[in-house]
Each structure stands twice: as C-alpha cells, then as structure tokens.
C-alpha cells in the first residue's frame, strides 16, 4: 500500500474512533436518565470488558489475561474508571459538548504531570500552551458568571485522572503486551463495578438494557477502530485526529439532544484543541 494511502487510512480510522466515542458518551448520557449511574457504568464497563475478551482470545488465546505489571495495570484501570464515573455524573446534568471540550484538558495535563512526576523538562512554548489551555477551560466553565455549572468541576477532576490514565499508558507502552493492556482497560472497572452494582441492581427496562449494551460495543468498536489506526501509522502522529470527538459531541448536543451550544463552549474548545496540537507539535519536532 503507498504511503499516503497508509496514512490516509490511519487518519481514517482514528477519526472514525473519536466519533464513536462520542456517541458512546450520548448513550451514556441519555441511560443517566433511565438507570442509576452505577448500572451506565456497569453496562459500559461489563459488556465493553467481555466483547474485549472475546475478541482477543479468538486471536490470541489466553495470552492477554498475563501481565508483567499488574498493578500498574490495575491502577490505570481504575483511574480511567474514575474518570469516567466523574464524567458520567456530570453529563446527567451538563450539555455533552461542554463536558467533552473539558475532559480534552486531559491531554493538557500531561504535559504538566509529566514534569512533576516524571522530572521531564519543558520550554516556555509548552508552558505558554499550557496557560493557554487553562483559560480554555475556564472560558468554558464560565466562571464568576451567572450561567457557571458548578458539576463542570466534576469533568476537570475526571480530566486530572484521564491525564493520570494517559501517564501510565505511556509508562506500560513497550514494557507490557499490547493485548494485555487493551483487555486490562476495562476489566478492572468491571470487577469493581460487578461488586457494587449487583447486590443493589434495580431491573432495567429493555430500552435501557438495549442502551446498556450499545454503550459497551461502541467503546469495544471505538478502541477497535483507533488500534486499526495506530497499525497504520505511529500514535504520536494520530493523536491530534482524536480531537473530532469535541466537534462530534458539538453536533450531538444540538441534533439529539436539544441543548444549546454557547459561545464561549466553541470558544474555549477552539483554545483548548490549539494548546492541544501545539503541545503535540513542539513534542513531535
């Protein structure tokens, strides 16, 4: 295949990623409103966790149930399932574009773990995006005006543990097999889930059991499509693409939702999408 067409192809399917993961976060959405949270959570974590594993032992056994470091994989689960509990709770109550431009502060905060943990060092181009960054949150969550959500605060604590997640995926990456971490990204959040769900577990209409599932194989056909895209061509290169699940969640706020998009939502994801790709440009030169 030439070159561009790989790249083509790659670009492809990352996009394709992004907007299926925000059509998961609108099924999320809408069962907040059928379901008690922790049963969004147990659908999306249960089902996403056992098409994974379906998947993975038709081509690679039981190979992806080892793992060299388990407890940097457990921990890497469990802070993605804090974020996304975070998230979730809040989406029961804020517009889905707002929460999706804030949860890309995630990215952001990356740049600045990395220099307190991992002792990296940055120039002042990366910390003037960072700043950047900052105040495209804040102009989305609007602070000091009478319109302020205060649950947005819940997505920038989701974020803080979606950039906690992204630190460990980047330790674990080429130290641990890649099935192995695909598998161990839900299935922590699933025991945990399955622990506290089950014993207070209200029946389900089948509209919401129908969503409950929906909202497990759109995240298994999501991480499906952006591991097709990194086959591709490198993450580092991708990665930006990703940033069409903001444009995606804008357009299904408006269309299923109903929910108005404000100015300073397309404003503050506009500054916060920059700082992201200059970040990941300064990093890639």
């Known amino acids: 295949m030439p070159r561009y067409s790989t790249l083509l192809a790659g670009i492809l399917f990352t996009l394709a990623a992004g907007c299926t993961f925000a059509v998961q976060d609108s099924i999320g959405k809408t069962l907040t409103g059928l379901v008690p949270l922790v049963q969004v959570l147990w659908g999306r974590y249960v089902f996403q966790t056992t ?53 890309f502060f995630g990215p952001i905060l990356v740049t600045v773990f990395s220099v307190i943990f991992l002792k990296e060092r940055i120039g002042v181009h990366r910390i003037g995006a960072v700043a950047a960054g900052f105040a495209g949150m804040l102009v989305i969550i609007r602070p000091g005006l009478a319109s302020i959500e ?52 209200e029946t389900p209409s089948p509209t ?28 580092s290169l991708l990665s930006p693409f990703l940033y069409i699940q903001v444009l995606a969640a804008s357009i299904l706020t408006v269309v299923v939702f109903g929910d108005p998009l404000h100015l300073t939502t397309a404003v503050g994801a506009l500054i916060l999408v920059g700082s992201g790709l200059y970040i990941w440009w300064r990093e890639n030169r």
């Open 51 to 103: 098409i994974m594993a379906t998947a993975l032992s038709a081509t690679r056994g039981t190979a992806f149930l080892r793992t060299s470091h388990p407890v940097l994989q457990i921990l890497r689960g469990l802070c993605l399932l804090s974020a996304t509990s975070l998230m979730y709770a809040a989406l029961a109550y804020v517009p889905l574009a707002d929460a999706t431009a804030v949860i």
């Open 150 to 201: 205060p649950r947005l605060f819940l997505v920038v604590l989701a974020a803080v543990f979606n950039a906690c997640y992204f630190l460990l995926t980047r330790r674990l990456s080429g130290r641990e097999d890649s099935a192995s971490t695909m598998f161990n990204t839900s299935a922590p959040g699933a025991v945990v889930l399955s622990a506290i769900a089950l014993p207070t577990w």
């Open 208 to 235: 919401a059991v129908a969503l409950m599932v929906a909202i497990g194989c759109t995240g298994s056909l999501a991480h499906f499509l952006l591991v097709r895209g990194f086959a591709y061509a490198p993450a």
